[in-house]
């Protein structure tokens, strides 16, 4: 198999699943090599509450063949921070396929990497891919082009299956749904907004108002202070 190298931005307050449902299907791409990327070594804090060691540092990897970046309540912090955002851009314009999950699509586009490209997220920050030149879509996988982007958090998995097929071949992605049991059953019907129904759905923007009380407004400001608009 030709060998591949895939490299995941680490971030503080990342959503770890968003990361580590993708690599753990990625993994089995078969010869394949992963990255966890960040500024130092140092451990990371998750918004699970736990930390994730970082592999490699921005002067380790300058390019890879998948840029995976994924999201959470990091996310602003990431696009306000330049150097993580030059390492975003130099990645994006030489790998082979520029892909993200959840929010993740929010620095992509900050990025400038989603101008022109289709794309998805999580639904409760939809309408921000706009704000970047994204058009966006409501699906669980968006491919365009050689950008693949995953909607909220389990649909990194979705994803990362769908972008196995696309370089190793649906039988080979087969394979590794079946090894990794992936067979959804889930004990509610509520994942998605129009399933939850809109008591549900003020509740959850309650709760994130509380936790990211100006997200959407620091979005608009980013994407202002970029150029975007």
């Known amino acids: 198999m030709i060998p591949v190298s ?18 753990q299907v990625l993994s089995r791409l078969g010869n394949a090599k992963i990255d966890l990327v960040w500024k130092t070594l140092d451990p990371v804090m998750t918004d699970a509450g736990f930390a994730i ?3 490699a540092t ?8 998948i ?27 030489s790998a082979e396929w520029v892909t993200s999950v959840c929010t993740g699509s929010l620095i992509l586009g900050a ?16 309408n921000q891919l706009a704000l970047f030149g994204a058009e966006p ?17 389990t649909a990194g998995i979705d994803f990362a299956l769908a972008l196995t097929a696309a370089i190793r071949g649906e039988e080979h992605a087969r394979m590794v749904q079946l090894s990794l049991e992936y067979d959804p059953a889930p004990p509610f019907d509520s994942g998605s907004p129009e399933k939850a129904g809109g008591a549900a759905v003020a509740d959850y923007m ?24």
């Open 111 to 126: 990025a400038g990497l989603l101008k022109g490209y289709k794309a998805t997220t999580h639904w409760a920050s939809h």
């Open 206 to 229: 309650r709760r994130i108002a509380k936790l990211a009380p100006n997200r959407e407004a620091e979005m608009q400001e980013a994407a202002v202070r970029l150029g975007f608009s």
């Open 137 to 153: 879509v409501k699906a669980r996988t968006v491919f365009d082009r050689n950008r693949v982007t995953g909607g909220g958090v």
């Open 58 to 65: 921005f002067g380790d990897v300058a390019q890879a063949d």
């Open 6 to 23: 895939i490299a995941f931005l680490l971030f503080p307050n990342v959503t770890q699943l968003d990361l580590t449902g993708p690599a």
């Open 53 to 55: 060691m970082p592999t």
């Open 67 to 93: 840029l995976c970046v994924p999201g959470g309540l990091g996310v602003i912090g990431v696009i306000n921070d330049n150097v993580a955002m030059d390492w975003v851009r130099k990645m994006g314009a």
